[in-house]
């Protein structure tokens, strides 16, 4: 067990729907990592918060937006969604630098 | 970007078979890590080796950073082993933003 958590573990919904997949870090943690993975891309960076701040964004589509709350749980919305927008998603958490990253179970999300 | 690229991509080996995988990136890095996701999709860390070599039970790594390459070794292979394996690393300088490679798919067979 990593002590990262992420909800729901499954997500089944139409094209054009709107999804939020939540992540709570491990304890001490204040930086969250959202990562996809899908067949075509493989695993790929999509956006990093820190102590609620955006600190880095990856190839995060415009109809996806994340934040990240006082509590240090994050959210990463997806809207509009598409049949290509399927995949596992994985919240990580980490510190401040370039220490371990710690992975969540993952949502896998299906678009139908 | 930086660029991570692994070898072989597949793997087949017979229980108790030991086996050595590799990680090659393009640029300087300040971390490396080695993951490995098991069937039902979880990545479960193995290894966080910028430099130098660690070792835990069967498995050991080692990354030659002015080599710019890691290796990977499991030894007397067991079929819980199956999976596929993922190194990853961030730029060194840069934003710790991991780049995963495209995997390795170890298949063990009893």
């Known amino acids: 067990d990593s002590g990262v958590t992420q909800t729901p573990k499954h997500l089944i919904t139409a094209t054009g729907q709107r999804v939020t997949l939540r992540c709570s870090p491990r304890?001490?943690?204040?930086?969250v990592y959202w990562y996809q993975q899908s067949l075509d891309q493989g695993l790929q960076f999509l956006i990093q918060?820190?102590?609620?701040?955006?600190?880095a964004k990856g190839n995060i589509l415009e109809r996806f937006s994340a934040q990240q709350f006082p509590d240090l749980h994050s959210e990463l919305n997806l809207s509009s969604l598409e049949l290509g927008d399927s995949a596992l998603y994985f919240c990580a958490s980490g510190g401040s630098g370039v220490e371990t990253q710690y992975f969540g179970p993952g949502t896998r999300l299906l678009v139908l | 970007g930086i660029q991570v690229e692994q070898s072989p991509p597949d793997l087949i080996l017979q229980e108790g078979a030991n086996s050595t995988l590799r990680c090659n990136f393009s640029d300087s890095v300040n971390n490396l890590q080695w993951f490995h996701q098991n069937p039902w999709g979880q990545l479960i860390n193995l290894f966080y080796i910028p430099s130098g070599t660690k070792q835990n039970g069967r498995l050991s790594a080692t990354t030659v950073a002015t080599e710019r390459y890691s290796l990977l070794y499991i030894s007397s292979s067991q079929t819980t082993d199956s999976g596929v394996y993922f190194c990853?690393?961030?730029?060194?300088?840069?934003?710790?933003?991991?780049?995963f490679g495209k995997g390795i798919t170890l298949s063990v067979r009893p």
């Open positions: 990853a690393a961030p730029k060194a300088g840069a934003n710790s933003k991991l780049t």
């Open positions: 918060y820190y102590n609620g701040e955006e600190r």
């Open positions: 304890s001490g943690d204040l930086s």
